[in-house]
């Protein structure tokens, strides 16, 4: 055997030293990622918590969730306190009209008391006529005391059943604590 070379300990202190931020950074979540311990599902199957519907033909929901606008949900009666995040699942839905367009509905959510504008995340396309478009969507979002964001555009106006009408229907599925 060798005698050991002079600063060998000096690198073997660095070497564990590394190795060990390297794993306690492994235990940490990722920047910009939440994490929880608890999963809360719906337990009476198919029972659905809606929490997000509108129809642009009817009118209804339009005035919760009005176009193009960041509209606050609040879910914090139905998931318990210090929810960290919620899963929706649901459709997007188009209904095309008689009028030839492209008939696009696209999504984007927030955090709830964010400024910042975000793009979407969620898309439905329909572009034939007389045709319909059911796009299911399903998403992990973070919630801020039980609420987060949610804005919705359309590519066209007009009224059906000459232009397209869209809606959509998102159920709360499970939670995140």
Request: include cysteine; charge should be negative.
């Given at each position: 055997m060798s005698e050991p070379v002079e600063g060998q300990s000096k690198r073997a202190r660095f070497r564990l030293t590394v190795a060990m931020s390297l794993f306690l950074a492994g235990c940490q979540p990722p920047a910009g990622f939440v994490?929880?311990?608890?999963?809360g599902v719906v337990a009476h199957s198919p029972k659905q918590i809606p929490v997000v519907f509108f129809?642009?033909?009817?009118?209804?929901?339009?005035?919760?969730f009005p176009e193009n606008e960041w509209s606050t949900v609040?879910?914090?009666?139905?998931?318990p306190a210090g929810a960290k995040a919620v899963y929706l699942s649901g459709l997007l839905i188009i209904t095309h009209g008689?009028?030839?367009?492209?008939?696009?509905l696209t999504l984007a959510y927030r955090n709830d008391g964010d400024t910042?504008?975000?793009?979407?995340?969620?898309q439905a396309v329909e572009t034939t006529v007389d045709a319909g478009q059911?796009?299911?969507?399903?998403?992990?979002?973070?919630v801020r005391e039980g609420r987060f964001q949610i804005k919705w555009r359309r590519s066209t106006?007009?009224?059906?059943?000459?232009?397209?009408?869209?809606?959509?229907?998102?159920?709360?599925?499970?939670?995140l604590r």
């Open positions: 994490e929880g311990t608890t999963l129809n642009s033909h009817t009118g209804e929901g339009m005035a919760a609040d879910v914090s009666q139905v998931i008689t009028v030839e367009e492209l008939c696009d910042e504008e975000y793009s979407y995340i969620a059911r796009t299911p969507h399903s998403i992990w979002i973070p106006t007009g009224k059906w059943p000459e232009h397209c009408a869209y809606g959509m229907n998102l159920s709360l599925v499970a939670y």
